[in-house]
Nanobody
């Protein structure tokens, strides 16, 4: 059974920073790509960032490019999302996801495992 557990969400003022973590267990973490997605109230879940199994490739959604950084530690079985210069429109529940392949995809259909989500609220 694969488990993904997110942490690090919270309330922050606009311009501030947060670092999300996602601890994985139940499979060989280092073989698979990982991603972060988010869902704002009343909106569909959307892609935020992804990273390949060996950290050689990353990709970002346009709204977060230059502000967010995805990284992973294959020894600790953990993926991170560093979020800087946060904006009120970044407010959402953030989900960690485990891909079915080694690369990090922007398509939700290519992720099999999902965490329970962590709330990020950015006040203006």
């Amino acid at each position: 059974q694969v488990q993904l557990v997110e942490s690090g969400g919270g309330l922050v003022q606009a311009g501030g920073s947060l670092r999300l973590s996602c601890a994985a267990s139940g499979r060989t973490f280092s073989r698979y790509g990982m991603g972060w997605f988010r869902q704002a109230p009343g909106k569909e879940r959307e892609f935020v960032a992804a990273i390949s199994s060996n950290s050689g490739s990353t990709r970002y959604a346009d709204p977060v490019k230059g502000r967010f950084t995805i990284s992973r530690d294959n020894v600790k079985n953990t993926v991170y999302l560093q979020m800087n210069s946060l904006k009120p429109e970044d407010t959402a529940v953030y989900y960690c996801a485990g891909a079915t392949a080694a690369w990090g995809s922007s398509y939700q259909e290519q992720y099999r495992y999902w965490g329970q989500g962590t709330q990020v609220t950015v006040s203006s």
